[in-house]
């Protein structure tokens, strides 16, 4: 499966601030996810990263407060706009490593705690 | 869309005996059914999948079972040791861009 990496691994914010997210993967993938997890809870698809167009977010997700970029096929950033304590979680980005398998690998997250 | 419901959330068996955990999932058209295996502070790592033509697939002491006429599948495994203590997360496909929808995790606990 790909390898897959995220930065940073964990990072502590204050209230209104932003914070980017980066997920670089060894090969190139077509698909690319970004997932919340928020603690002890199960996780949650925020949007698909689109290479070359705008990420498809899932309900409850909006482009103002999640950007999302994919300028090629091995990154993807998120984006966590204007930040609040409920924005603390655990962030992932997964990807679909062999196109046509639906199989999914997950980076190894980023711990974000606003405070 | 989707809606994934997994029992028990927690679960605590002996070594050695085994262990189920079910999901049910509402949308009939979906095709693929992954399950992670999630240590604490790690990464969901991908243990077992299962495709909508087949009714069970093994990997030594893991198995998964579809029904798909019912909408459940369930994780089974066997001979259970204290490293297969962990949250375990049942997934579905759905819609046309690959999306996942989780079940609620279970909470498996292995006592030596």
């Known amino acids: 499966s790909a390898v897959i990496s995220q930065k940073p691994s964990r990072d502590i914010c204050q209230r209104g601030t932003s914070l980017t997210i980066q997920c670089q993967v060894d090969s190139q993938v077509t698909m690319m996810f970004w997932y919340r997890q928020q603690p002890g809870q199960s996780l949650t698809l925020i949007a698909t990263?689109?290479?070359?167009?705008?990420?498809?977010?899932e309900s409850g997700f909006v482009i103002d407060k999640f950007p999302i970029s994919r300028p090629n096929l091995t990154f993807s950033t998120l984006t966590v706009s204007n930040m609040s304590p409920e924005d603390s979680s655990i962030y992932l980005c997964?990807?679909?490593?062999?196109?046509?398998?639906?199989?999914?690998?997950f980076g190894p997250g980023t711990r974000l705690t606003v405070t | 869309g989707e809606n994934v419901e997994q029992h028990p959330s927690t679960l605590s068996v002996q070594e050695g005996d085994s262990a189920v955990i079910k999901c049910t999932y509402s949308d009939s058209a979906s095709n693929y059914f992954p399950w992670y295996k999630q240590e604490l502070g790690k990464r969901p790592q991908l243990i077992i999948d299962?495709?909508?033509n087949v009714g069970e697939k093994k990997d030594q002491r893991i198995a998964v079972t579809l029904n798909k006429t019912a909408k459940h599948f369930s994780l089974h495994i066997t001979e259970t040791q204290p490293e297969d203590s962990a949250v375990y997360f049942c997934?579905?496909?759905w819609g046309t861009g690959n999306q996942f929808y989780f079940g609620t995790g279970t909470s498996l606990t292995v006592i030596p």
């Open positions: 990263a689109n290479q070359g167009s705008e990420a498809t977010y």
């Open positions: 299962i495709r909508s």
């Open positions: 997934a579905a496909l």
């Open positions: 997964s990807v679909e490593s062999r196109v046509g398998t639906y199989e999914q690998y």
